[in-house]
């Protein structure tokens, strides 16, 4: 196997410099009182590629595990004493100059930019990284990572595509067991049935008011912004539970006592990006062309089970809820229900139509499309598909096919 | 009741003043030349002018194409993919299928009896498949887009264009121009080529008789014949047709003033 070193910064190359500052208890959070201002610091701090909360958390002398998308049991990682953080790439603030060497031309943006924060220094307060094996680009990452970050562990996550079988959650629960290890060697503390049923509650709590947020943007989707509603919840991948915990329950508050007229808009489910994440500004066009969405796929970590079943066991619990879970997105291998579960899900949102926004060459998403595409024919259900990269600049064409679409439900 | 439709586009500004509704009363073009907010003002005078009308007897302003929202004194905005399929069915009321060739980009559009948009696809990054490239070739050949048009019809042995990027399909022309390929010859296959392209955008979309074309090369008897020799069907044309979008958003804004006076609207 070539080499990677070449491909990596020559010595003498300067360091990232970060653009924001956060202190070690996440006081700065704590002083966000209303939701502008939270999504207005949330936005500096996800645009920030040094990772902000990873180097505040690192500066007790804790580790920090990077995780990719979509799902990991983050409540294993919190009871070890292990800030988990979604690396969901570099956006539109990160030049590949490095990452095209090892990755080919087409593949998705996520996979190249993720692996440009690792070559350009960015990721250095991360003591671990775990890859859940949701496509091949995911599998090979793991592997690439490991070679040019040696050191830091790297761990494959197999999540189990079979749900049915009695050997499927005696394997998860071994795969998690796995991680244990991983998660040890990365700095984590021993691994305590008493820590994980804490951080499972912790968790449990978390979740709870993230699907109330969500609630809300599906019930009365004018009180907030579908970009409010993206930039608080992906804070949550960013932040230790506990302090966006209460950031959640004051935009809570806030958010349910606006006095917001409601719009002449259409109500759409937004499908397909489950991994790479659109553009801020993209997201922003969907609801000035007179869309609500109130239905995503964007920021599943919280989202993959309401609850975690009860038992003894704290391990077996969190496999039993990954198993259990009625999450069926593009990286779940469930075939035959497809059809069926983009037609729940518009029935369960209300949808009056679905935009299916896909990031390039991501074959989990495109793949689905098609098969959702023939269930929402035979109800006639509108959608429109988008497909969008990372470093997408100009909106021109997507703001034309999205208004037609809008204006094509809204005159008769 | 008269009501405005301009479709503010990158080579031209259109304009039509609608009475109720049903009566086209005026149609105006003028050449955008990178100043849209001139092109408008310049359209509106001639209408005006034309119609003897004063300043508020125009009730209702809706704008399309890439320049919508630069007119500040709109009413409304609609997409030109919208505006076109109302266009179209209000000239051809037989209508179910449009093309669209523009000069930034096509578009092949399904449509309703009543111009509803169901279906729509459009080339969304070469210049190949749009109306520039046909501008293009005119510079190059050193004929003018007038006369592109007759002169294709001429032509014996049409000289297809296999590049799909518009810079290829430049260096091929100019082969051709090498090799003494007859001009009416790669004229017509200049055409076909584009309409080959657009076919493929109309499969995607589902291709429903009647077919209408629409925007500048309705005047384009060499891309109408292209068209009907490539899908096999009657393609609907007429020089009014390049003013569909400007049509569909005076239909547009007529329906829509209809619906504010019988209910007004409260508040912002």
Not at chain 1, 82 to 107: C, K, M, R, W
Not at chain 1, 145 to 161: E, K, S
Not at chain 2, 159 to 183: R, W, Y
Request: proline share 6%.
């Amino acid at each position: 196997m070539a080499s990677l070193l070449p491909v990596l910064p020559p010595p003498g190359t300067p360091e990232p410099v970060p653009e924001v500052e956060i202190s070690a208890d996440f006081r700065e959070f704590r002083a966000l009182g209303t939701i502008a201002e939270m999504v207005a610091f949330g936005r500096k701090v996800i645009d920030d590629l040094t990772f902000p909360t990873a180097r505040a958390w690192a500066k007790s002398g804790r580790g920090v595990i990077g995780c990719f998308p979509v799902y990991t049991p983050q409540e294993l990682v919190h009871s070890m004493d292990l800030l988990p953080v979604l690396i969901q790439g570099g956006g539109e603030n990160i030049d590949i100059t490095h990452a095209d060497a090892p990755l080919g031309s087409f593949l998705c943006s996520v996979s190249k930019s993720t692996l440009e924060l690792a070559l350009t220094g960015r990721l250095q307060s991360f003591s671990g990284f775990v890859f859940p094996y949701i496509c091949d680009v995911s599998r090979n990452l793991e592997g690439i990572f490991g070679r040019v970050l040696p050191g830091r562990p790297t761990h494959m996550l197999h999540l189990p595509q079979n749900f049915h079988s009695a050997a499927t959650l005696p394997f998860l629960m071994a795969e998690y067991r796995r991680f244990i290890a991983m998660l040890r060697e990365a700095g984590g503390r021993a691994y305590s049935p008493e820590a994980l049923t804490a951080s499972i509650e912790l968790f449990e709590r978390h979740r709870a008011r993230v699907a109330e947020l969500a609630r809300l943007k599906l019930e009365e989707p004018w009180r907030l912004t579908f970009t409010e509603f993206y930039v608080l919840v992906r804070l949550g991948n960013l932040l230790p539970r506990e302090v966006h915990l209460e950031l959640l329950e004051r935009a809570l508050v806030e958010a349910s006592g606006r006095d917001r007229r409601p719009k002449d808009a259409i109500r759409i489910a937004l499908v397909g990006s489950f991994c790479e994440q659109p553009t801020l500004d993209l997201l922003d066009l969907l609801e000035q062309v007179g869309c609500y969405v109130v239905d995503d796929e964007l920021q599943m970590q919280h989202r993959w089970y309401s609850s975690v079943p009860a038992g003894a066991d704290p391990l077996e619990r969190l496999a039993r809820a990954y198993v259990s879970s009625p999450v069926d997105i593009g990286v779940r291998a469930t075939p035959t229900t497809k059809g069926e579960a983009i037609l729940a899900k518009v029935d369960r949102a209300r949808a009056q139509a679905v935009v299916f926004l896909t990031a390039k060459f991501c074959e989990p998403a495109l793949e689905d499309v098609v098969l959702y595409r023939r269930a929402l024919d035979t109800r006639k259900i509108p959608y429109l598909h988008l497909e969008f990269e990372e470093k997408s600049t100009s909106y021109e064409q997507s703001r034309l096919q999205l208004e037609t679409f809008v204006e094509s439900i809204l005159f008769d | 009741m008269i009501t405005c439709g301009l479709d503010i586009g990158a080579g031209s500004t259109k304009g039509v003043l609608l009475e109720d509704g049903r009566t086209l009363r005026a149609t105006a073009l003028v050449p955008t030349r990178g100043n849209p907010n001139a092109a408008v003002r310049a359209v509106l005078e001639r209408m005006v002018e034309e119609e003897n009308l004063l300043p508020g007897e125009i009730e209702y302003v809706c704008t399309t194409g890439f320049g919508r929202y630069g007119y500040l004194e709109r009413d409304l905005q609609v997409s030109d993919i919208t505006a076109s399929a109302r266009g179209a069915v209000f000239l051809f009321p037989g209508t179910r299928h449009i093309v669209d060739v523009g000069t930034q980009s096509s578009r092949a559009i399904g449509a309703t009896e009543t111009g509803r948009v169901t279906r729509f696809k459009m080339n969304e990054k070469c210049a190949a498949g749009a109306g520039r490239f046909i501008e293009r070739c005119s510079k190059y050949l050193q004929v003018p887009i007038e006369e592109m048009g007759p002169k294709a019809l001429t032509a014996a042995q049409p000289k297809m264009i296999s590049s799909v990027c518009a810079v290829l399909a430049e260096t091929e022309i100019i082969n051709n121009v090498a090799e003494g390929v007859p001009i009416q010859d790669m004229l017509m296959g200049i055409f076909l080529s584009l309409a080959q392209r657009t076919q493929s955008l109309m499969r995607y979309v589902g291709v429903q008789p009647e077919v209408t074309l629409v925007g500048g090369l309705v005047h384009n008897p060499g891309m109408v014949r292209a068209l009907e020799n490539t899908t096999g069907l009657n393609v609907n044309h007429s020089p009014t047709a390049h003013h569909a979008a400007a049509i569909g958003s005076a239909l547009l804004g007529y329906q829509r003033l209809q619906k504010l006076r019988a209910a007004p609207a409260v508040g912002g």
